[in-house]
Protein backbone atom coordinates (compact mmCIF):
# COMPACT_ATOMS: atom_id res chain seq x y z
CA UNK A 1 0.00 0.00 0.00
CA UNK A 2 2.90 2.54 0.85
CA UNK A 3 4.00 2.28 -2.79
CA UNK A 4 0.56 3.40 -4.16
CA UNK A 5 0.23 6.62 -5.38
CA UNK A 6 -2.58 9.05 -3.98
CA UNK A 7 -5.18 8.38 -6.41
CA UNK A 8 -4.53 4.52 -6.34
CA UNK A 9 -5.07 4.78 -2.30
CA UNK A 10 -8.33 6.60 -2.15
CA UNK A 11 -9.65 3.95 -4.95
CA UNK A 12 -8.24 1.53 -2.59
CA UNK A 13 -9.80 2.95 0.45
CA UNK A 14 -13.10 3.44 -1.25
CA UNK A 15 -13.44 -0.23 -2.59
CA UNK A 16 -12.40 -1.45 1.58
CA UNK A 17 -15.65 0.32 2.36
CA UNK A 18 -18.27 0.08 -0.06
CA UNK A 19 -17.71 -3.80 0.14
CA UNK A 20 -18.80 -3.31 3.87
CA UNK A 21 -22.22 -2.12 2.37
CA UNK A 22 -22.28 0.26 6.08
CA UNK A 23 -25.67 2.08 6.67
CA UNK A 24 -24.00 4.82 6.52
CA UNK A 25 -21.36 6.31 4.76
CA UNK A 26 -19.01 9.38 5.82
CA UNK A 27 -17.20 10.77 3.19
CA UNK A 28 -14.13 13.16 3.76
CA UNK A 29 -13.20 14.80 0.56
CA UNK A 30 -13.30 11.43 -1.62
CA UNK A 31 -12.94 12.86 -4.86
CA UNK A 32 -9.18 13.76 -3.93
CA UNK A 33 -6.65 12.20 -6.51
CA UNK A 34 -9.57 10.70 -8.22
CA UNK A 35 -9.34 10.50 -12.39
CA UNK A 36 -12.24 11.38 -14.31
CA UNK A 37 -13.49 8.31 -14.87
CA UNK A 38 -13.46 6.87 -11.33
CA UNK A 39 -14.95 9.90 -10.25
CA UNK A 40 -17.86 9.01 -12.78
CA UNK A 41 -18.35 5.68 -11.59
CA UNK A 42 -18.13 7.04 -7.60
CA UNK A 43 -21.17 9.49 -8.24
CA UNK A 44 -23.28 6.94 -10.12
CA UNK A 45 -22.77 4.26 -6.65
CA UNK A 46 -23.42 6.53 -4.85
CA UNK A 47 -26.23 8.22 -6.54
CA UNK A 48 -27.98 4.40 -6.33
CA UNK A 49 -26.44 3.24 -2.93
CA UNK A 50 -29.29 2.48 -0.46
CA UNK A 51 -27.93 3.92 2.91
CA UNK A 52 -27.79 7.65 4.00
CA UNK A 53 -24.17 9.24 2.90
CA UNK A 54 -22.63 12.04 4.32
CA UNK A 55 -20.39 14.27 2.45
CA UNK A 56 -17.66 17.04 3.03
CA UNK A 57 -16.51 18.01 -0.17
CA UNK A 58 -15.01 21.04 -2.26
CA UNK A 59 -15.64 19.49 -5.55
CA UNK A 60 -18.96 21.32 -6.80
CA UNK A 61 -19.58 18.81 -9.67
CA UNK A 62 -19.76 15.83 -7.39
CA UNK A 63 -22.24 17.78 -4.88
CA UNK A 64 -24.74 18.71 -7.40
CA UNK A 65 -24.27 15.39 -9.06
CA UNK A 66 -24.64 13.41 -5.25
CA UNK A 67 -26.34 15.21 -2.63
CA UNK A 68 -29.90 16.51 -2.23
CA UNK A 69 -29.34 18.72 0.96
CA UNK A 70 -26.55 21.16 1.88
CA UNK A 71 -25.65 22.33 5.84
CA UNK A 72 -23.39 25.46 5.41
CA UNK A 73 -21.26 25.66 8.46
CA UNK A 74 -20.98 29.08 8.80
CA UNK A 75 -20.17 31.86 11.70
CA UNK A 76 -21.14 29.55 14.94
CA UNK A 77 -24.36 28.68 13.06
CA UNK A 78 -25.84 25.60 10.72
CA UNK A 79 -27.90 26.29 7.93
CA UNK A 80 -30.07 23.99 5.99
CA UNK A 81 -30.59 24.00 2.15
CA UNK A 82 -33.00 21.30 0.00
CA UNK A 83 -31.32 20.62 -3.26
CA UNK A 84 -28.13 19.86 -4.91
CA UNK A 85 -24.96 23.01 -4.47
CA UNK A 86 -25.79 25.20 -7.56
CA UNK A 87 -29.59 24.88 -5.79
CA UNK A 88 -27.89 25.68 -2.35
CA UNK A 89 -25.73 29.14 -4.20
CA UNK A 90 -29.26 30.30 -5.25
CA UNK A 91 -30.89 29.96 -1.99
CA UNK A 92 -28.05 31.50 -0.35
CA UNK A 93 -28.06 34.11 -2.92
CA UNK A 94 -32.06 34.82 -1.84
CA UNK A 95 -31.51 34.47 2.15
CA UNK A 96 -28.60 37.16 1.81
CA UNK A 97 -30.76 39.38 0.15
CA UNK A 98 -33.41 39.12 2.95
CA UNK A 99 -30.76 38.99 5.39
CA UNK A 100 -29.39 42.72 4.70
CA UNK A 101 -32.71 44.05 4.43
CA UNK A 102 -33.71 42.93 7.46
CA UNK A 103 -29.99 43.83 8.78
CA UNK A 104 -30.42 47.41 7.73
CA UNK A 105 -34.41 47.45 9.24
CA UNK A 106 -32.57 46.63 12.52
CA UNK A 107 -29.59 49.13 12.15
CA UNK A 108 -32.09 51.72 11.62
CA UNK A 109 -34.47 51.16 14.52
CA UNK A 110 -31.33 50.49 16.67
CA UNK A 111 -29.69 54.12 15.71
CA UNK A 112 -33.22 55.39 16.55
CA UNK A 113 -32.98 54.17 20.01
CA UNK A 114 -29.31 55.15 20.26
CA UNK A 115 -30.39 58.57 19.26
CA UNK A 116 -33.23 59.13 21.66
CA UNK A 117 -30.85 57.67 24.42
CA UNK A 118 -27.77 60.26 23.74
CA UNK A 119 -30.41 63.15 23.58
CA UNK A 120 -32.98 62.29 26.51
CA UNK A 121 -30.65 60.50 29.33
CA UNK A 122 -29.61 63.51 30.78
CA UNK A 123 -32.78 65.36 30.67
CA UNK A 124 -35.10 64.94 33.83
CA UNK A 125 -38.30 64.69 32.29
CA UNK A 126 -37.19 61.79 29.68
CA UNK A 127 -34.77 60.00 31.86
CA UNK A 128 -37.13 56.77 32.32
CA UNK A 129 -38.25 56.81 28.57
CA UNK A 130 -34.63 56.96 27.78
CA UNK A 131 -33.42 54.04 30.71
CA UNK A 132 -36.32 51.81 29.16
CA UNK A 133 -35.32 52.29 25.57
CA UNK A 134 -31.36 51.54 26.76
CA UNK A 135 -33.12 48.12 28.19
CA UNK A 136 -34.20 47.50 24.73
CA UNK A 137 -30.96 48.08 23.20
CA UNK A 138 -29.25 45.85 25.39
CA UNK A 139 -31.76 42.48 25.87
CA UNK A 140 -32.15 42.94 22.20
CA UNK A 141 -31.08 40.03 20.06
CA UNK A 142 -29.77 42.22 17.42
CA UNK A 143 -28.59 40.46 13.66
CA UNK A 144 -25.09 40.18 13.07
CA UNK A 145 -24.12 41.61 9.52
CA UNK A 146 -24.80 38.97 6.98
CA UNK A 147 -21.30 40.08 4.99
CA UNK A 148 -19.85 38.81 8.92
CA UNK A 149 -15.83 39.02 9.33
CA UNK A 150 -15.12 36.62 6.21
CA UNK A 151 -12.95 38.37 3.99
CA UNK A 152 -12.63 36.99 0.36
CA UNK A 153 -9.54 36.79 -1.92
CA UNK A 154 -9.94 39.55 -4.28
CA UNK A 155 -8.15 39.67 -8.08
CA UNK A 156 -7.82 39.68 -11.49
CA UNK A 157 -5.51 39.13 -14.50
CA UNK A 158 -4.41 41.77 -16.96
CA UNK A 159 -2.15 41.44 -19.82
CA UNK A 160 0.49 44.13 -21.02
CA UNK A 161 0.00 43.42 -25.02
CA UNK A 162 -2.03 41.12 -26.75
CA UNK A 163 -0.94 38.05 -28.84
CA UNK A 164 -1.18 37.18 -31.95
CA UNK A 165 -3.96 35.45 -33.27
CA UNK A 166 -2.38 31.94 -33.53
CA UNK A 167 -0.99 31.61 -30.09
CA UNK A 168 0.84 28.06 -30.41
CA UNK A 169 0.24 24.82 -32.88
CA UNK A 170 1.65 21.18 -31.77
CA UNK A 171 2.19 18.76 -34.60
CA UNK A 172 2.83 15.00 -33.98
CA UNK A 173 4.10 15.86 -30.17
CA UNK A 174 5.66 12.78 -28.07
CA UNK A 175 6.06 14.04 -23.88
CA UNK A 176 7.51 12.06 -21.39
CA UNK A 177 11.66 11.39 -20.24
CA UNK A 178 14.19 10.04 -22.06
CA UNK A 179 13.60 6.12 -22.91
CA UNK A 180 9.82 6.69 -21.44
CA UNK A 181 7.49 8.37 -23.73
CA UNK A 182 4.24 9.04 -21.87
CA UNK A 183 1.65 10.08 -24.57
CA UNK A 184 2.33 10.66 -28.24
CA UNK A 185 0.21 11.54 -31.56
CA UNK A 186 -0.83 14.75 -30.09
CA UNK A 187 -1.45 17.54 -32.72
CA UNK A 188 -4.23 20.07 -32.10
CA UNK A 189 -3.54 24.63 -32.89
CA UNK A 190 -4.06 27.40 -30.22
CA UNK A 191 -6.13 30.68 -30.39
CA UNK A 192 -5.85 33.73 -29.43
CA UNK A 193 -8.64 34.02 -26.16
CA UNK A 194 -9.10 30.00 -26.57
CA UNK A 195 -9.71 28.35 -23.13
CA UNK A 196 -8.56 25.12 -23.37
CA UNK A 197 -8.75 22.26 -20.89
CA UNK A 198 -6.73 19.15 -20.96
CA UNK A 199 -8.71 15.90 -19.73
CA UNK A 200 -7.89 12.05 -19.71
CA UNK A 201 -7.23 9.45 -17.75
CA UNK A 202 -4.07 9.64 -14.55
CA UNK A 203 -0.51 9.11 -15.98
CA UNK A 204 -1.42 10.16 -19.41
CA UNK A 205 1.05 13.04 -19.22
CA UNK A 206 -1.32 16.34 -19.11
CA UNK A 207 1.03 18.04 -16.58
CA UNK A 208 3.88 17.02 -18.81
CA UNK A 209 2.77 18.57 -21.89
CA UNK A 210 1.82 21.71 -20.27
CA UNK A 211 5.86 21.43 -18.79
CA UNK A 212 6.85 20.39 -22.26
CA UNK A 213 4.89 23.78 -23.70
CA UNK A 214 6.83 25.62 -21.12
CA UNK A 215 10.17 24.32 -21.96
CA UNK A 216 10.76 22.79 -18.99
CA UNK A 217 11.07 19.36 -20.76
CA UNK A 218 11.97 18.59 -24.30
CA UNK A 219 9.52 16.92 -26.52
CA UNK A 220 10.50 13.11 -27.55
CA UNK A 221 9.33 13.27 -30.88
CA UNK A 222 7.41 16.27 -32.88
CA UNK A 223 7.67 20.55 -33.11
CA UNK A 224 5.89 23.03 -31.55
CA UNK A 225 5.15 26.29 -33.29
CA UNK A 226 5.25 29.63 -31.33
CA UNK A 227 3.21 32.60 -32.12
CA UNK A 228 3.97 36.10 -32.08
CA UNK A 229 3.93 38.44 -28.97
CA UNK A 230 3.11 35.25 -26.67
CA UNK A 231 4.02 35.61 -23.37
CA UNK A 232 3.18 32.99 -20.73
CA UNK A 233 2.03 32.84 -17.32
CA UNK A 234 2.66 29.17 -15.56
CA UNK A 235 0.89 27.96 -12.55
CA UNK A 236 2.73 24.86 -11.52
CA UNK A 237 0.35 22.72 -8.93
CA UNK A 238 3.73 21.62 -6.87
CA UNK A 239 4.43 24.90 -6.41
CA UNK A 240 8.02 24.23 -7.85
CA UNK A 241 8.74 28.03 -8.38
CA UNK A 242 7.85 29.00 -4.57
CA UNK A 243 11.24 29.29 -2.65
CA UNK A 244 11.09 27.54 0.83
CA UNK A 245 13.21 29.61 2.85
CA UNK A 246 11.53 33.15 1.40
CA UNK A 247 9.06 35.04 2.98
CA UNK A 248 5.61 35.74 1.35
CA UNK A 249 6.57 39.54 0.98
CA UNK A 250 10.50 38.92 -0.66
CA UNK A 251 8.73 36.21 -2.66
CA UNK A 252 7.07 38.72 -4.62
CA UNK A 253 9.54 42.02 -3.74
CA UNK A 254 12.36 40.16 -4.87
CA UNK A 255 10.77 39.37 -8.41
CA UNK A 256 9.55 42.56 -8.64
CA UNK A 257 11.63 44.88 -7.08
CA UNK A 258 10.96 48.45 -8.43
CA UNK A 259 7.71 48.43 -6.26
CA UNK A 260 7.84 49.52 -3.33
CA UNK A 261 6.82 47.84 -0.06
CA UNK A 262 3.51 49.47 0.38
CA UNK A 263 2.40 48.24 -3.25
CA UNK A 264 3.53 44.71 -2.50
CA UNK A 265 1.86 44.21 0.43
CA UNK A 266 -1.39 45.67 -0.93
CA UNK A 267 -0.89 43.08 -3.61
CA UNK A 268 -0.36 40.07 -1.17
CA UNK A 269 -3.28 41.97 1.62
CA UNK A 270 -5.70 41.02 -2.12
CA UNK A 271 -4.71 37.30 -1.89
CA UNK A 272 -5.63 37.50 2.11
CA UNK A 273 -1.85 37.91 3.29
CA UNK A 274 -2.83 41.03 5.79
CA UNK A 275 -0.38 41.89 8.91
CA UNK A 276 2.24 39.86 9.87
CA UNK A 277 1.02 37.20 7.81
CA UNK A 278 3.18 38.49 4.56
CA UNK A 279 6.97 37.62 7.17
CA UNK A 280 5.86 34.02 7.10
CA UNK A 281 8.13 31.80 5.66
CA UNK A 282 7.03 29.88 2.43
CA UNK A 283 7.88 26.45 3.82
CA UNK A 284 5.52 27.15 6.93
CA UNK A 285 2.07 28.05 4.78
CA UNK A 286 -0.02 25.73 4.14
CA UNK A 287 -1.47 24.32 0.68
CA UNK A 288 -4.32 27.30 0.30
CA UNK A 289 -1.74 29.58 1.28
CA UNK A 290 1.05 28.84 -1.35
CA UNK A 291 -1.64 28.81 -3.89
CA UNK A 292 -2.50 32.05 -3.31
CA UNK A 293 0.74 33.12 -3.20
CA UNK A 294 1.29 31.30 -6.76
CA UNK A 295 -1.50 33.35 -7.85
CA UNK A 296 -0.43 36.79 -6.78
CA UNK A 297 2.66 35.83 -8.58
CA UNK A 298 1.24 34.84 -11.59
CA UNK A 299 -1.04 38.52 -11.23
CA UNK A 300 2.07 40.80 -11.43
CA UNK A 301 2.90 38.90 -14.49
CA UNK A 302 0.43 40.08 -16.60
CA UNK A 303 1.07 37.68 -19.32
CA UNK A 304 -1.32 37.17 -22.50
CA UNK A 305 -1.44 33.56 -21.79
CA UNK A 306 -2.32 31.67 -18.55
CA UNK A 307 -0.92 27.97 -18.69
CA UNK A 308 -2.42 26.20 -15.66
CA UNK A 309 -1.66 23.02 -13.53
CA UNK A 310 -4.76 22.28 -11.04
CA UNK A 311 -5.13 26.17 -9.68
CA UNK A 312 -8.25 24.96 -8.19
CA UNK A 313 -6.36 22.48 -5.90
CA UNK A 314 -5.92 23.37 -2.19
CA UNK A 315 -8.36 26.69 -2.92
CA UNK A 316 -11.24 26.86 -0.72
CA UNK A 317 -14.73 27.13 -2.58
CA UNK A 318 -15.06 31.41 -2.21
CA UNK A 319 -11.23 31.72 -3.61
CA UNK A 320 -12.77 28.99 -6.15
CA UNK A 321 -15.08 31.21 -7.04
CA UNK A 322 -13.05 34.50 -7.11
CA UNK A 323 -10.26 33.05 -9.24
CA UNK A 324 -13.21 31.61 -12.17
CA UNK A 325 -14.42 35.06 -12.47
CA UNK A 326 -11.12 36.56 -12.49
CA UNK A 327 -10.19 34.15 -15.53
CA UNK A 328 -13.74 34.44 -17.02
CA UNK A 329 -12.63 38.38 -17.02
CA UNK A 330 -9.26 37.99 -18.48
CA UNK A 331 -8.73 38.80 -22.32
CA UNK A 332 -6.39 36.35 -22.93
CA UNK A 333 -5.80 32.59 -23.64
CA UNK A 334 -5.89 30.35 -21.10
CA UNK A 335 -4.69 26.40 -21.31
CA UNK A 336 -5.34 24.59 -18.16
CA UNK A 337 -5.07 21.47 -16.55
CA UNK A 338 -7.63 20.20 -13.89
CA UNK A 339 -9.90 17.44 -12.27
CA UNK A 340 -12.87 20.10 -10.91
CA UNK A 341 -15.59 19.51 -13.43
CA UNK A 342 -17.49 22.77 -11.70
CA UNK A 343 -14.37 24.80 -13.02
CA UNK A 344 -14.09 23.14 -16.64
CA UNK A 345 -17.93 23.54 -17.26
CA UNK A 346 -17.41 27.74 -15.95
CA UNK A 347 -13.61 28.33 -17.93
CA UNK A 348 -13.77 25.95 -20.82
CA UNK A 349 -14.80 27.04 -24.23
CA UNK A 350 -12.73 23.81 -25.54
CA UNK A 351 -11.88 20.41 -24.03
CA UNK A 352 -8.91 18.48 -25.46
CA UNK A 353 -8.88 14.51 -24.74
CA UNK A 354 -5.43 12.98 -24.24
CA UNK A 355 -4.52 9.63 -24.65
CA UNK A 356 -1.59 7.49 -24.91
CA UNK A 357 -1.22 7.34 -28.62
CA UNK A 358 -4.06 10.50 -29.42
CA UNK A 359 -5.55 13.69 -28.87
CA UNK A 360 -9.16 15.04 -29.34
CA UNK A 361 -10.86 17.84 -29.51
CA UNK A 362 -14.55 19.26 -28.07
CA UNK A 363 -15.39 22.37 -29.44
CA UNK A 364 -17.55 23.33 -25.81
CA UNK A 365 -17.20 22.72 -22.21
CA UNK A 366 -17.25 19.73 -20.23
CA UNK A 367 -21.08 18.77 -20.02
CA UNK A 368 -20.67 19.16 -24.02
CA UNK A 369 -17.62 16.76 -23.90
CA UNK A 370 -19.96 13.84 -21.51
CA UNK A 371 -22.51 14.29 -24.15
CA UNK A 372 -19.85 13.53 -26.78
CA UNK A 373 -18.39 11.02 -25.73
CA UNK A 374 -21.69 9.22 -24.62
CA UNK A 375 -22.82 9.61 -28.27
CA UNK A 376 -19.23 8.18 -29.81
CA UNK A 377 -19.57 5.03 -27.12
CA UNK A 378 -22.85 3.85 -28.86
CA UNK A 379 -22.21 4.56 -31.72
CA UNK A 380 -19.06 2.64 -31.05
CA UNK A 381 -21.63 0.22 -29.82
CA UNK A 382 -23.88 0.08 -32.65
CA UNK A 383 -21.67 -0.35 -35.45
CA UNK A 384 -19.78 -3.73 -33.33
CA UNK A 385 -22.89 -5.29 -33.90
CA UNK A 386 -21.91 -8.41 -35.36
CA UNK A 387 -24.56 -10.92 -37.82
CA UNK A 388 -26.92 -12.49 -36.34
CA UNK A 389 -27.53 -11.13 -33.11
CA UNK A 390 -30.75 -11.89 -31.91
CA UNK A 391 -32.73 -9.01 -30.42
CA UNK A 392 -35.48 -10.64 -28.21
CA UNK A 393 -38.63 -8.49 -27.38
CA UNK A 394 -40.37 -7.86 -24.54
CA UNK A 395 -44.18 -6.99 -24.20
CA UNK A 396 -44.12 -4.31 -21.82
CA UNK A 397 -46.95 -2.54 -22.94
CA UNK A 398 -49.11 -3.03 -19.68
CA UNK A 399 -45.93 -3.30 -17.19
CA UNK A 400 -45.48 0.73 -19.19
CA UNK A 401 -48.80 1.91 -18.99
CA UNK A 402 -48.87 1.32 -15.37
CA UNK A 403 -45.52 3.24 -15.14
CA UNK A 404 -47.25 6.04 -16.41
CA UNK A 405 -50.46 6.37 -14.70
CA UNK A 406 -47.71 5.97 -11.43
CA UNK A 407 -45.43 8.90 -12.67
CA UNK A 408 -48.91 10.76 -13.48
CA UNK A 409 -49.84 10.48 -9.64
CA UNK A 410 -46.26 11.20 -8.19
CA UNK A 411 -46.16 14.75 -10.47
CA UNK A 412 -49.37 16.07 -9.28
CA UNK A 413 -48.54 15.37 -5.74
CA UNK A 414 -45.22 17.14 -6.62
CA UNK A 415 -47.18 20.13 -8.10
CA UNK A 416 -49.10 20.09 -5.51
CA UNK A 417 -46.23 20.14 -2.97
CA UNK A 418 -44.41 22.63 -4.98
CA UNK A 419 -47.70 24.90 -4.70
CA UNK A 420 -47.49 24.90 -0.72
CA UNK A 421 -43.45 25.44 -0.40
CA UNK A 422 -43.05 28.97 -0.78
CA UNK A 423 -46.60 29.93 0.73
CA UNK A 424 -44.73 28.41 3.81
CA UNK A 425 -41.56 29.90 3.12
CA UNK A 426 -43.38 33.35 2.91
CA UNK A 427 -45.28 33.15 6.07
CA UNK A 428 -41.95 31.82 7.87
CA UNK A 429 -40.35 35.72 6.22
CA UNK A 430 -43.01 37.28 7.36
CA UNK A 431 -42.63 36.27 10.90
CA UNK A 432 -39.06 36.70 10.86
CA UNK A 433 -39.68 40.27 10.05
CA UNK A 434 -42.05 40.83 12.83
CA UNK A 435 -39.67 39.37 15.14
CA UNK A 436 -37.35 42.49 14.17
CA UNK A 437 -39.91 44.93 15.01
CA UNK A 438 -38.88 46.75 18.12
CA UNK A 439 -42.88 46.98 19.22
CA UNK A 440 -42.87 43.20 19.18
CA UNK A 441 -39.67 42.29 20.73
CA UNK A 442 -40.42 44.70 23.65
CA UNK A 443 -43.60 42.32 24.09
CA UNK A 444 -42.92 39.12 25.71
CA UNK A 445 -45.87 37.21 24.94
CA UNK A 446 -46.18 38.20 21.51
CA UNK A 447 -42.69 37.26 20.69
CA UNK A 448 -43.73 33.93 21.99
CA UNK A 449 -46.53 33.46 20.29
CA UNK A 450 -45.00 34.05 17.00
CA UNK A 451 -41.73 31.77 18.55
CA UNK A 452 -44.44 29.19 18.57
CA UNK A 453 -45.72 29.82 15.12
CA UNK A 454 -42.59 29.90 13.76
CA UNK A 455 -41.39 26.83 14.86
CA UNK A 456 -44.53 24.69 13.68
CA UNK A 457 -44.26 26.22 10.33
CA UNK A 458 -40.60 25.46 10.39
CA UNK A 459 -41.22 21.60 11.31
CA UNK A 460 -43.81 21.93 7.90
CA UNK A 461 -40.89 23.17 5.52
CA UNK A 462 -39.01 20.59 6.58
CA UNK A 463 -41.88 17.81 6.26
CA UNK A 464 -42.99 19.05 2.88
CA UNK A 465 -38.94 19.28 1.77
CA UNK A 466 -38.68 15.36 2.90
CA UNK A 467 -42.03 14.59 0.98
CA UNK A 468 -40.75 16.50 -1.80
CA UNK A 469 -37.46 14.49 -1.64
CA UNK A 470 -39.31 11.28 -1.22
CA UNK A 471 -41.58 11.67 -4.37
CA UNK A 472 -38.41 12.77 -6.90
CA UNK A 473 -37.03 9.57 -5.16
CA UNK A 474 -40.01 7.63 -6.77
CA UNK A 475 -40.24 9.12 -10.08
CA UNK A 476 -36.36 8.33 -9.82
CA UNK A 477 -36.84 4.74 -9.70
CA UNK A 478 -39.97 4.74 -12.36
CA UNK A 479 -37.64 6.28 -15.21
CA UNK A 480 -34.82 3.38 -14.42
Same mark, same amino acid.
Given at each position: ?20 ? /? ?6 ? /? ?13 ? *???? *? ?8 ? $? ?27 ? @? ?58 ? +? ?28 ? /?????? #? ?14 ? +?????? !? ?5 ? %? ?11 ? @? ?7 ? @? ?40 ? $? ?9 ? +? ?7 ? !? ?20 ? #? ?8 ? $????? %? ?6 ? *?? %? ?22 ? *? @? ?28 ? %? ?21 ? /? ?19 ? $????? =? ?24 ? =? ?6
Amino acid at each position: VQALSGGQKTRLALAKMLLSK /PDLLILDE /PTNHLDIQTLSFLEN *YLKN *YNGAVLIVSH $DRYFLDQVVTFVYEVSRHNVARFVGNYSS @YLTQKAKNYELDSKKYEKQQEEKAKLEEFVNKNLARASTTKMAQSRRKVIEKTDWMDSPD +GDEKSASFGFTIDRPSGNDVLRLEEIAVGY /PKNTVS #SNISFSVYKQDRIALV +GPNGVG !KSTLLKT %IMKQLEATGGKIQ @YGTNVQFGY @YDQEQAALTGNKTALLELWDEWPLMNERDIRNVLGRFLFTGD $DVQKTVSTLSG +GEKARLALA !KLMLLKANTLVLDEPTNHLDLD #SKEVLENALL $DFPGT %IIFVSHDR *YF %INRIATKVIELASDDATLFLGDYD *Y @YLEKKEEMEELALENAVVENTVVTKVNTST %IDKEAKKKERQLRRQLEELESQM /PTVDAEITIIEEKLCEPEIFQ $DHEAV =QQLQMELEQLKEKQDNLSNEWLELQE =QLEEIAT
